[in-house]
């Protein structure tokens, strides 16, 4: 029985490969560097606040969340900078992402559980494991839920 789910990919650091469910992808959206409003006394990979359908919208560097350099290093600020929304309970929180690949169909049954000595702890609280996709390299199935609930912006959301 086929029981495939839409994830949306894109890539992480250099060379990695990562995919979220689409399940919880509200929009996605590019995002002027300039429009970000920036938050003081927040940890350097919260970029700050955007103005989104006349919502507050808290904007996260996952990359820099997740262990990676930060994803400005190299862009000027009149980039724009694509931005995937998410979506758990009623909360939304954006990231920007350096390269959107594709929307792509995998089978949650086919996801690898994360051993702890695999990822760093960094990764780990945000990861629900991972695929091996057909040129067998590891694609980060990132953990939605994880990401929007972080104590670090769920107490100013």
């Known amino acids: 029985m086929e029981t495939q789910e839409k994830f949306l990919s894109f890539t992480l650091g250099s060379n990695d490969k990562a995919v979220i469910s689409l399940q919880h992808v509200t929009e996605v959206l590019q995002v002027s560097l300039t429009d970000i409003c920036s938050v003081p006394q927040m940890p350097s990979c919260v970029l700050g606040i955007y103005n989104w359908r006349g919502e507050m919208l ?89 990401i929007v609930k972080y104590p670090m912006w769920a107490s100013q959301n």
């Open 58 to 146: 808290w904007l996260v560097d996952l990359e820099e969340l997740l262990g990676y350099p930060s994803l400005l290093q190299g862009f000027n600020l009149i980039s724009k900078m694509m931005t995937v929304i998410l979506e758990i309970d009623g909360k939304y929180l954006g990231f920007l992402v350096r390269n959107l690949m594709d929307i792509e169909w995998l089978d949650p049954n086919q996801i690898k559980l994360p051993s702890a000595n695999l990822f760093s702890p960094k990764i780990s609280e945000f990861l629900q494991g991972y695929f091996i996709n057909a040129v067998e390299e590891m694609v980060f199935n990132l953990d939605a839920a994880a």
